[in-house]
């Protein structure tokens, strides 16, 4: 099979982007970072639910991640919902598959001159280094997973009911507000099995409540500053397409 017409060369870029995204989130995510820290600002020490001094210290996952819900809602605009879940299904099981090969590659026997590297004036073990970085716990692993596909399966229908209310006006109200909805279910759903169904953890509900609060707040905020870019993106393909093709699409996206 070639890719030949401009439809079928459109889905292959967006796809790729958005599976390469998700990949890339689920790998960069072991990194925690301090949103009040990158930006040079106090720590806001928020106090929810009875838990003290919370801040913005988010996944680097989330780097991503609003790529991934703009691709999400672009290809639902052209191409339709079933696109996106057969997308969805796709891109969790080929997670799924990098997982257990990284499983794989941690269970190999290291080079002995490999081992023991500096880095940065630094004595590492490059082993447990390796493990470390990408051993993540199989609850988080299959937290991630649900809450991906949880969320996505949102987006996609709050997108199309809001569509035909709105017809083909407003992108910026279906596209922000059924990112806004998938993003608050992905906030809590990831930390609800990662650390509340996690005997390792058991954290109280009050800790998952008001860690996911924070954690939506940011993504509420990065929700709404990514609009004008869903915007660019749109027209970027509109004008790949031509008028009449873009306008076509989308009527027979909305039809499946």
Known sequence: MTFKTKESKLLLILSAFFVANAI?????????????GTLGIKNFDINLLGVPNLSFNMSAGVLTWPIIFI???IINEYFGVKQVRF??????ILISYAFIVVAAAMHLTPSVFWVTQTINGSKLDMNNAFAG????????IVGSIIAFLVGQIADVLIFHKIKRITGDKALWLRSTGSTLVSQLIDSFVVIFI????NP?????????????LVNYIYKFIVAILMTPILYLVH????????????????????RR
């Open 24 to 36: 890339l989130s689920e790998f960069i995510g072991v990194k925690i970072f301090s949103v009040e």
């Open 71 to 73: 691709m999400t809602d």
């Open 87 to 92: 997308l969805s299904i796709l891109t969790a």
């Open 133 to 140: 970085i990408f051993g993540q716990g199989m609850w988080i």
């Open 194 to 197: 990662a650390f509340y169904l």
């Open 200 to 212: 390792q953890y058991s954290w109280s509900w009050q800790m998952v409540a008001a860690i996911g």
């Open 235 to 254: 027209g970027i393909i509109d004008k790949y397409l031509g008028k009449d093709l873009s306008q076509r699409m989308i009527t027979m996206a909305g």
